[in-house]
């Protein structure tokens, strides 16, 4: 029976994740599977793979043929590599110590690979992250600014306001005293006015005392010439 080890999707639209099955190459992309070997998720950074490392040997060395993406997963996790080995120690090209060796060396070198890829991505995202609160921040400035300079005619306007309430209490106050000081000379007038009536009255009053006196003696007079 012909086994081919590749990928059947699952996952909703947009965020899909794939398990890793050996299947009858015959058999439709997602139907049915003889073994699970793991599990890929693409997307993160990097991508997440989940891989049961010793069935995947066995089955690429009983001859199980990966697709293109299976076969870039086994690689990445070392399963080609490792699967290469062993036919070298089948062909007596070294031995079991000398396959780990070479084997557990190589996936130093793989981890190290790995491990820098990781920083930088985490470096890298860093960086993203920095220079968007910087431009944040800068928009955020700008914005307050635009808003102080906005707020700067309505501050202005609230002083007027303030002095020409302040003007007209103070012409209120001044008319009103004017008012008062004028009512106060009106009455004053009207004092000296009735003084001035009184003083008048009294004058005709004793004029006309002088003039009866004046005509009462000047008949006295002339019945004494008479007499």
């Known amino acids: 029976m012909p086994a081919r080890i590749r ?4 996952g909703r639209k947009g965020r899909p994740y ?4 050996v299947a009858d190459q015959r058999s439709k992309r997602d139907g049915r599977f003889i073994e699970k070997l793991g599990s890929y998720n ?8 989940d891989l049961d490392f010793d069935r995947s040997v066995h089955w690429v060395s ?33 031995t079991e110590e000398q396959m780990e060796a070479k084997f557990n060396k190589w996936m130093e070198q793989k981890s190290s690979i ?7 991505l985490a470096k890298k995202q860093a960086d993203e992250e920095k220079a968007r609160l910087a431009a944040e921040k800068e928009k955020n400035d700008a914005r307050a600014a635009a808003i102080a300079e906005a707020n700067k005619p309505e ?25 008062a000081l004028e009512k106060t000379e ?14 008048n009255a009294k004058e005709k009053e004793e004029n006309v005392k002088k003039s009866v006196n004046a005509k009462e003696e000047s008949a006295k007079e002339r019945e004494e010439k008479e007499s």
């Open 18 to 21: 794939f398990h890793i099955v």
């Open 42 to 49: 693409p997307t993160t950074n990097p991508a997440t793979i």
């Open 114 to 120: 790995i491990d820098a890829k990781v920083t930088d």
């Open 7 to 10: 990928l059947q999707r699952h």
């Open 186 to 199: 009106e009455a004053v007038e009207a004092v000296e006015e009735k003084k001035n009536e009184n003083a």
């Open 155 to 179: 501050e202005v306007e609230e002083n007027s306001a303030e002095e020409s309430t302040a003007e007209v209490v103070e012409e209120a106050v001044t008319e009103a005293a004017e008012a």
């Open 62 to 94: 009983v001859g199980a043929q990966p697709s293109d993406t299976a076969r870039a997963i086994l690689s990445y996790k070392g399963v080609l590599m490792k699967e290469h080995l062993m036919r070298g120690v089948k062909k007596g090209a070294m």
